[in-house]
């Protein structure tokens, strides 16, 4: 049975598609991995309908989570639509709204999604990962090339006028300097957002 719903860090997350747009170097599913600490199996056989992420997400009773998460084993904006019609399927019984998500959405949909997070996203995570272009390509690897790095940092600028709260992370694997610390805190503070360095996970 495909996993919707799972438990992580006490949150509860959704799982809604297995597509996206980067191959990044340290994400699980590029290393051959089909699950991991979040779940045993997070490839879907095919995408949940809306009803059935409603009713999925409801028969966990998500009001009594810290917080609701759309992430997953893919890039959870690939759906930004069903995504908003879930929430307000479901708002009135939601905790706080978070997604993860490498930044892209303006580009996949070709519009500007960000006015349609206010009042639905609580917060944002935005996967960083360097402080240059040139960084960013070779860590991320998405199909778009440079264009893909301006609109991820376009899509931050643009969200944090309408969510309360925009984290951009950077995996850490060890590699990160200090500097290269700092130059991506700087640049976070530049899109009004904050910045979250993560521990790689290799499974």
Known sequence: MDTICYEYGGN????????????????LRN????????????????????????????EREPEHYPELVFCGFGEPTCRIDDIFWVIDQLKPHLPPVRINTNGHANLIHGRDVTPELAGRVDVLSISLNAST???????????????????????????????????????????????EIEACRALCTQLGATLRVRSYISK
């Open 31 to 58: 290393n051959g991995a089909g699950g991991s600490i979040y779940a045993d199996n997070l490839w879907l056989e095919r995408e949940p309908t809306r009803q059935e992420l409603v009713r999925a997400i409801r």
């Open 133 to 179: 272009c040139r960084e960013y390509l070779a860590l991320t690897r998405p199909r778009a090339g440079a264009a893909a790095w301006d609109a991820m940092l376009d899509f931050t600028r643009r969200a944090a006028q309408y969510v309360p709260k925009v984290v951009m992370t950077v995996v850490d694997k060890g590699d990160k300097s200090p500097a």
């Open 12 to 27: 509860l997350y959704v799982n809604l598609t297995n597509r996206c747009d980067c191959a990044c170097t340290f994400c």
